[in-house]
């Protein structure tokens, strides 16, 4: 996976009149999760922008409120690619990976980030993009090849997770489907359900044409 770099500052104005104004400012509220995990009650010092999110158990969750520019975030939202994420928050360096973008409804303009925090210990859910390679037989039947599910979820720790998910389909027959239960990558664990079809070759009529065709002369 790529490494982004994206400066970010704490936020500690929040509310609805803040983030207007911040919106206006051609800058995106970020919300970075997946922090430190403490004991209630809360004996530390939170840093700016940080905030304890209670999870139960007399546990919380350490969030952190944080600002960036559209600018910054272009070319991390705006691409097919998946990122695993350098933040620079004046200085405290951490990695995450993108969890959701909320969009503005009829102006498509980026509403709000949702960020998680990563670590080599910790697996964390993604989605992958993926890519079909070969020539599948049922192709060269006169089939035609379709990708049902262009990402998947996988599961791993961040740096096993590659910038795509590649599978051949130099096997794969005519009106013959793969299934995510037909697919493994070594490190990682696919979160989607097993029977959901990837890629099929489905039947053309020219197919069937010539199928029914070689029936009639048998």
């Known amino acids: 996976m790529k490494t982004f770099q994206l400066s970010a500052q704490p936020r500690v104005e929040l509310g609805k009149k803040a983030t207007k104004a911040l919106r206006a400012n051609n800058q995106i509220p970020v919300v970075l999760n997946g922090g430190e995990l403490v004991e209630l009650p809360f004996k530390g010092t939170l840093k700016a922008g940080e905030k304890l999110v209670e999870i139960g158990n007399?546990?919380?969750?350490?969030?952190?409120?944080?600002?960036?520019?559209?600018?910054?975030v272009r070319k991390l939202i705006y691409t097919p690619d998946i990122f695993a994420i350098e933040l620079d928050i004046n200085g405290?360096?951490?990695?995450?990976?993108?969890?959701?973008?909320?969009?503005?409804?009829?102006?498509?303009?980026?509403?709000?980030i949702d960020l998680l925090e990563v670590s080599d210990k910790k697996p964390v859910v993604v989605e992958v993009p993926v890519k079909l390679e070969g020539h599948a037989e049922g192709v060269k039947a006169g089939g035609k090849l379709s990708l049902s599910m262009k990402k998947l979820r996988v599961k791993a720790i961040y740096t096993d997770i590659p910038?795509?998910?590649?599978?051949?389909?130099?096997d794969l027959g005519l009106g013959k489907t793969m299934q995510v239960g037909d697919l493994h990558f070594d490190k990682l664990e696919l979160m989607n359900a097993k029977n959901a079809v990837v890629c099929a070759v489905?039947?053309?009529?020219?197919?069937?044409?010539?199928?029914?065709?070689?029936?009639?002369g048998k």
């Open 58 to 72: 007399g546990k919380g969750l350490i969030t952190t409120d944080l600002v960036v520019t559209n600018d910054a």
């Open 163 to 170: 910038e795509r998910l590649v599978i051949n389909v130099d």
């Open 202 to 216: 489905q039947l053309t009529r020219a197919a069937r044409g010539a199928a029914a065709a070689a029936a009639a």
């Open 92 to 112: 405290d360096k951490r990695m995450a990976v993108l969890k959701d973008i909320q969009f503005h409804p009829v102006k498509d303009t980026i509403l709000h």
